[in-house]
């Protein structure tokens, strides 16, 4: 079933197996949505969901289901707690807290990235920074790179070919 600007209501007079929504209608109505047994939620754009005390964060976090799925481009736009807040939403306390991440993600990471920063900040930082790409995320990201979709998408370049007369 697809609700597009429409009360959730109908959705309860009209059971379905899905609901394709809008993130503002999803948030209105959360109230009717968060008491429906939900196996899965699957979110687009979920780097909205990135600031913690956000409504819309908050709302979705209201979502009592199996599994929770987001997808996204660009899961760090502004700072590495976004990440956490995705991360946390998608699998509610397998992270820790945001207080652990900010002390064993967020602090190194900065503390290495700055300017200033001393061989002992940055080699900390690249030791997280490769724990982080290696062994967390790769659980929690599918990525798809450009060697993955190759195959699967046009040559961004077309040849031209001249003919000589």
């Known amino acids: 079933m697809l609700v597009r600007g429409i009360s959730f209501t109908r959705v309860l007079i009209y059971p379905s197996h899905l609901v394709v929504t809008t993130f503002d209608l ?18 687009d754009e979920v780097h909205r969901v990135k600031n913690e005390s956000a409504k819309i964060t908050l709302a979705y ?10 997808l996204t481009g660009t899961a760090i736009q502004n700072s590495y707690k976004e990440m956490w807040t995705i991360l946390d939403w998608t699998n509610p306390g397998r992270l820790g807290t945001k207080g652990q991440w900010h002390g064993f993600v967020v602090k190194p990471l900065t503390a290495g990235q700055s300017a200033g920063a001393s ?3 940055r080699a900390k930082a690249l030791i997280v920074a490769l724990v982080l790409r290696d062994k967390l995320l790769p659980d929690f990201f599918l990525r798809r790179t450009k060697d993955i979709i190759k195959d699967q ?13």
């Open 153 to 165: 998408v046009g040559s961004a370049i077309q040849p031209t070919k001249f003919n000589h007369c």
């Open 119 to 121: 061989e002992e900040e």
């Open 61 to 70: 976090h209201q979502f009592r289901c199996l599994r929770r799925f987001g």
């Open 26 to 43: 999803a948030r209105r109505d959360i109230d009717i949505l968060d008491d429906l047994p939900w196996s899965c939620v699957i979110v």
